[in-house]
């Protein structure tokens, strides 16, 4: 079993930045891909930014040139930082290894909002 811890959310004006952190537990982290999902209200959970084990990255459209991932895999982390916030960023993040669906954390609120 694995665990998702998610923290570094907040409430930020639009234009602005924020930097999320999730700690993975688990042998399993360095051979994964592991993914940034969201959920806004009354939205499906959507993959928003990925990373593999080495390091290749994949983001939403929707995201794209305003978010970057990364991983420290000796701290067994992966990190989203996001800049140039919109109003429509706001939503639940989590983080995930891509295509488990399972062992979801709590995620971390982000509100991008005036």
């Known amino acids: 079993q694995v665990q998702f811890v998610e923290s570094g959310g907040g409430l930020v004006q639009p234009g602005g930045s924020l930097r999320l952190s999730c700690v993975a537990s688990g042998s399993i982290f360095r051979l994964s891909t592991m993914g940034w999902y969201r959920q806004a209200p009354g939205k499906q959970r959507e993959l928003v930014a990925s990373i593999t084990g080495n390091h290749n990255t994949d983001y939403a459209d929707s995201v794209k040139g305003r978010f970057t991932i990364s991983r420290d895999n000796a701290k067994n982390t992966v990190y989203l930082q996001m800049n140039s916030l919109l109003p429509d960023d706001t939503a639940v993040y989590y983080c995930?290894?891509?295509?488990?669906?399972?062992?979801w954390g709590q995620g971390t609120q982000v509100t991008v909002s005036s």
């Open positions: 995930n290894i891509v295509g488990l669906g399972k062992y």
